[in-house]
């Protein structure tokens, strides 16, 4: 899959008509902007993140280099989420007409695309599924075994919003785990 990948990326690039630098914080697009252009990362992150009414950010995606953003969003007319760097980012633009008509010509592009696709989707709904645990000590144990590693420190918020639990509980967790880690024999 990665060679698919891979294949898939280098071809978006071609198609790319600009490169977009944004800052850490800065929108790259907001919920409810036509969608004119999709993007592939190229150095840095960007969360797609949807706001709740409570006021929490969920985070639905985090695109990193090489990576393709906001991919369903070929499909719609309006983004249904913000794209927000997290440390800055500079990125491909690529117009969606382009990507339309080349996926019209071409079968295998549109295969590797698909297969693109449906990773995205797997990968949705394995967050679904975190989403879906109850306490955040499931949460925080499912997203290890997602994505490996705990990040540093300064990384602990981007983990809250991705396991939709507020930045505190996830600290609370973290310190609790830490002291059972103390306490156990080694």
Same mark, same amino acid.
């Given at each position: 899959?990665? @060679?698919?990948? #891979?294949?898939?990326?280098?071809?978006?690039?071609?198609m790319?008509?600009? +490169?977009?630098?944004?800052?850490?914080? +800065?929108?790259?697009?907001?919920?409810?902007?036509?969608?004119?252009?999709i993007y =592939?990362?190229?150095?840095? #992150? =960007?969360?797609?993140?949807?706001?709740?009414?409570?006021?929490?950010?969920?985070?639905?995606q985090?695109?990193?280099?090489n +990576?393709?953003?906001?991919?369903?969003?070929?499909? @719609?007319?309006?983004?249904h989420?913000? @794209?927000?760097?997290?440390?800055?980012?500079?990125?491909?633009?690529?117009?969606?007409?382009?990507?339309?008509?080349?996926?019209?010509?071409?079968?295998?592009?549109?295969?590797?695309?698909?297969?693109?696709?449906?990773?995205?989707?797997?990968c949705?709904?394995?967050?679904?599924?975190?989403? #879906?645990?109850?306490t955040?000590?499931?949460?925080?144990?499912?997203?290890?075994?997602?994505?490996g590693?705990?990040?540093?420190?300064?990384?602990?918020?981007?983990?809250? +919003?991705?396991?939709?639990?507020?930045?505190?509980?996830?600290?609370?967790e973290?310190?609790?785990?830490?002291?059972?880690?103390?306490? #156990?024999?080694?």
């Open positions: 899959m990665i @060679a698919i990948m #891979s294949t898939m990326i280098q071809r978006l690039l071609s790319a008509d600009a +490169q977009v630098q944004i800052g850490p914080g +800065q929108a790259l697009f907001v919920t409810g902007a036509p969608v004119r252009s =592939v990362v190229l150095e840095g #992150s =960007v969360r797609l993140v949807r706001h709740q009414a409570s006021g929490a950010a969920l985070v639905l985090r695109a990193e280099a +990576q393709l953003l906001a991919e369903a969003s070929l499909f @719609a007319s309006r983004y989420c913000d @794209a927000v760097a997290e440390h800055g980012a500079r990125l491909a633009r690529i117009p969606k007409t382009g990507i339309l008509d080349a996926q019209r010509k071409d079968a295998a592009w549109l295969a590797d695309l698909a297969a693109h696709l449906a990773g995205e989707v797997q949705a709904r394995a967050r679904a599924e975190l989403l #879906s645990l109850r955040v000590r499931e949460r925080v144990a499912a997203w290890t075994t997602l994505h590693e705990f990040p540093a420190r300064g990384h602990w918020i981007e983990v809250a +919003q991705e396991i939709g639990v507020t930045p505190e509980a996830l600290y609370r973290l310190a609790r785990a830490g002291r059972q880690q103390e306490q #156990s024999p080694e």
